[in-house]
């Protein structure tokens, strides 16, 4: 076969790493172990109802989810570069065990996420941040505990995604821009094919969940109605929606050709303000789209920003192009009386009058 001109994973990484000189190569190893997590739960996935699917223990058939979670963790928890994770999947962190080294990491992942398109063999993914462990948790070496985890997602180190589509794609971010590769089966490698990933400032794509409009916050039903007005309301152009009803899914579509996601905080469940995971799937996602020059915001506030009160809190998040984020936020500061705009929540007004 012949020699590619791109670059691996593996390169990549050493020649980002060159910008530090006096990085160890720990960091290197743990998001080639990742990468190999990734890679089997790609193998996994592509067996679907097949089911060669087995769980790392030995021949029981497993939910791929279930198996998903036991990879990212067996893949990552023996090298010595995490002092702990924290999976969507586990409602405690997970401790490495105590026959490997504790490194200076925390590995943060959801393992499948749209777990539901499996079953009608649809694209999932797999999405995670790093982190830097407290230097308490590397000094002692003790058991991590939620709190280690609870950082805003302007700090993280990394943060990542693997989409399992017609190909598998790794898309990375270590805080200088965005690079995607892609799987080649052949040699098994990560191969470089997307290495400098911006998202275009300005769309005429939205992402959402319309089922839920009626628990909707005002701001969002004023920019979905501007959208669904097209070329005769008040932006002049007409809109096309998606929903892929799998977030990772959802933002590479996005920083491959642009659009808005939203799923905001409502009022569907009074217990959750928000649907998305702040630490598992809005931060990463965050932190790849603005590194791609694009924009992420729970609405209200950037959502980089936001201090984590809990290991599997809930959030709105609003991200895409950075023109569309920066309207909606507008339509969130904005007085309310704009909102009596639209007729249709004019009417809602009456209603609770
Ligand atoms: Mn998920």
């Not at 791109?6 to 000189?21: A, G």
């Not at 405690?92 to 200076?104: F, S, W």
């Not at 990542?160 to 898309?171: D, R």
């Not at 023109?323 to 007085?335: A, C, D, G, S």
Request: net charge neutral.
């Amino acid at each position: 076969m012949p020699l590619s001109h791109r670059s691996t994973l593996t390169q990549y990484l050493i020649e980002q790493r060159r910008r530090f000189p006096g990085a160890s190569g720990d960091f290197n190893a743990l998001i080639l172990d990742v990468a190999l997590a990734a890679k089997a739960i790609a193998r996994a996935v592509a067996f679907g109802e097949l089911g060669s699917h087995l769980d790392v223990q030995g021949d029981t058939r497993q939910p791929l989810d279930v198996v998903s979670n036991q990879l990212f963790t067996r893949m990552n928890d023996w090298g010595g570069h995490c002092a702990g994770m924290a999976s969507e999947a586990m409602d405690e962190p997970y401790q490495i065990p105590p026959q490997h080294p504790r490194g200076k990491y925390l590995l943060v992942f959801d393992p499948l996420d749209g777990a539901g398109n499996i079953e009608v063999n649809l694209s999932v993914g797999s999405v995670f941040s790093v982190l830097r462990a407290p230097q308490a948790v590397v000094d002692s070496g003790r058991d991590v505990t939620a709190a280690d985890f609870l950082q805003p997602g302007a700090v993280q180190v990394a943060a990542g995604y693997a989409l399992y589509g017609p190909t598998t794609m790794l898309v990375l971010t270590v805080g200088n821009g965005v690079a995607g590769f892609t799987l080649d089966p052949n040699l098994g490698e990560f191969m470089l094919t997307h290495p400098h990933i911006r998202v275009p400032a300005d769309t005429q794509e939205f992402a959402i969940n319309a089922s839920n409009s009626r628990f909707w916050e005002a701001p969002v039903k004023r920019y979905v109605d501007e959208c669904l007005a097209g070329k005769t309301g008040t932006r002049c152009k007409d809109f096309n929606m998606r929903w892929i009803a799998s977030v990772v899914a959802e933002v590479h579509r996005i920083l491959m050709c642009g659009g808005v996601f939203l799923y905001p905080r409502d009022s569907k469940d009074p217990a959750t303000p928000g649907r998305l995971r702040l630490l598992h799937e809005a931060n990463p996602i965050g932190f790849i789209v603005e590194q791609a020059g694009g924009r992420a915001s729970t609405g209200r506030q950037p959502v980089l920003g936001v201090q984590p009160t809990s290991l599997h809190q809930r959030i709105g998040l609003v991200f895409g192009s950075r023109i569309e984020v920066e309207r909606i936020e507008r339509y969130h500061t904005e007085p309310a009386r704009d909102d009596l705009a639209s007729p249709l929540f004019a009417r809602h007004s009456l209603f609770r009058a």
